[in-house]
């Protein structure tokens, strides 16, 4: 039987553990900070959050271990696009993330992504290990249903009954192309203007073979931009979604297994 094992993207939770509950007045405006400044109540809430993660799991008869992956300095992609995550330049930061970040790294079985995404050395790491060792991913983040994995979504308002799934083959390939027709909001990806869910889902329907998901992206492409510009945009779209399988520095996951 094989071990099983969490890979956590874990940047969802440092955020998390830095950020106050928001309250209001009576006409809805907030009255308080977004982000706390105490240092030991964000690790204590930090601390609760992975431990209510590692417990959804021995609730579910699941012995497992886990491995928290977390976001370091420098962007590959970047080099593809400038304007990929432009507008989180523009976002308030917590002023204890880092603090966070590093009592992660400090005190939990972790890893961090330098010069690539978080997600990048898990979907690499998943590709390395998923035939040895019983890989769950857990993440709030749409960008790994790319990968035909077991999968944990993290997302704090998801019901509970809808967490935990698996993804077929077909079915990452779907959610690939369909990440590649929409394009990602909030990583600055464009995709083909005017398609978001409802109609990326009319065009990719989960009941078809992801075989001709390509072709049919490519053709909205050259539809909506012409043949020069389309072909470039599909491209540059194509190679910010696309999580590598591997070429990529990733843990060692039979050390902790």
Same mark, same amino acid.
């Given at each position: +039987?094989?071990?099983?094992?969490?890979?956590?993207?874990?940047?969802?939770?440092? +955020?998390?553990?830095?950020?106050?509950?928001?309250?209001?007045?009576?006409?809805? $405006?907030?009255?308080?900070?977004?982000?706390?400044?105490?240092?030991?109540?964000?690790?204590?809430?930090?601390? $609760?959050?992975?431990?209510n993660l590692v417990n959804t799991f021995e609730d579910m008869g699941v012995d497992?271990?886990? +491995?928290?992956?977390?976001?370091? $300095?420098?962007?590959?992609?970047?080099?593809?696009?400038?304007?990929?995550?432009?507008?989180?330049?523009?976002?308030?930061?917590?002023?204890?993330r880092a603090d966070i970040k590093n009592y992660a790294l400090s005190n939990y079985v972790s890893y961090e992504a330098i010069n690539v995404e978080t997600d990048d050395v898990i979907s690499a790491t998943w590709h390395t290990y998923h035939k040895d060792i019983?890989?769950?991913?857990?993440?709030?983040?749409?960008?790994?249903?790319?990968?035909?994995?077991?999968?944990?979504?993290?997302?704090?308002?998801?019901?509970?009954?809808?967490? +935990?799934?698996s993804i077929s083959e077909n079915q990452a390939q779907i959610n690939f192309w369909r990440l590649v027709l929409m394009g990602d909001a909030g990583d600055d990806?464009?995709?083909?203007?005017?398609?978001?869910?409802?109609?990326?889902?009319?065009?990719?329907p989960d009941s078809k073979s992801s075989s001709f998901a390509g072709g049919r992206v490519y053709r909205q492409y050259l539809n909506a931009y012409g043949l020069s510009r389309g072909a470039r945009e599909f491209w540059r779209a194509y190679h910010l979604i696309k999580l590598p399988e591997r070429g990529i520095t990733i843990p060692d996951l039979t050390l902790f297994v």
């Amino acid at each position: +039987m094989k071990p099983v094992m969490l890979l956590v993207d874990a940047d969802s939770y440092v +955020m998390a553990s830095c950020s106050l509950t928001a309250e209001h007045d009576d006409e809805g $405006n907030r009255i308080n900070p977004l982000f706390s400044e105490d240092l030991e109540d964000a690790k204590i809430k930090f601390d $609760n959050l992975i431990q209510n993660l590692v417990n959804t799991f021995e609730d579910m008869g699941v012995d497992c271990s886990y +491995m928290l992956f977390l976001e370091g $300095n420098g962007n590959v992609r970047k080099s593809l696009s400038t304007d990929y995550k432009i507008s989180r330049k523009k976002r308030p930061q917590p002023p204890l993330r880092a603090d966070i970040k590093n009592y992660a790294l400090s005190n939990y079985v972790s890893y961090e992504a330098i010069n690539v995404e978080t997600d990048d050395v898990i979907s690499a790491t998943w590709h390395t290990y998923h035939k040895d060792i019983d890989l769950i991913i857990c993440s709030p983040d749409k960008d790994l249903t790319q990968l035909p994995c077991s999968y944990y979504d993290t997302y704090w308002n998801r019901e509970d009954d809808k967490r +935990m799934f698996s993804i077929s083959e077909n079915q990452a390939q779907i959610n690939f192309w369909r990440l590649v027709l929409m394009g990602d909001a909030g990583d600055d990806v464009k995709g083909v203007k005017g398609i978001g869910k409802n109609k990326a889902e009319k065009i990719l329907p989960d009941s078809k073979s992801s075989s001709f998901a390509g072709g049919r992206v490519y053709r909205q492409y050259l539809n909506a931009y012409g043949l020069s510009r389309g072909a470039r945009e599909f491209w540059r779209a194509y190679h910010l979604i696309k999580l590598p399988e591997r070429g990529i520095t990733i843990p060692d996951l039979t050390l902790f297994v």
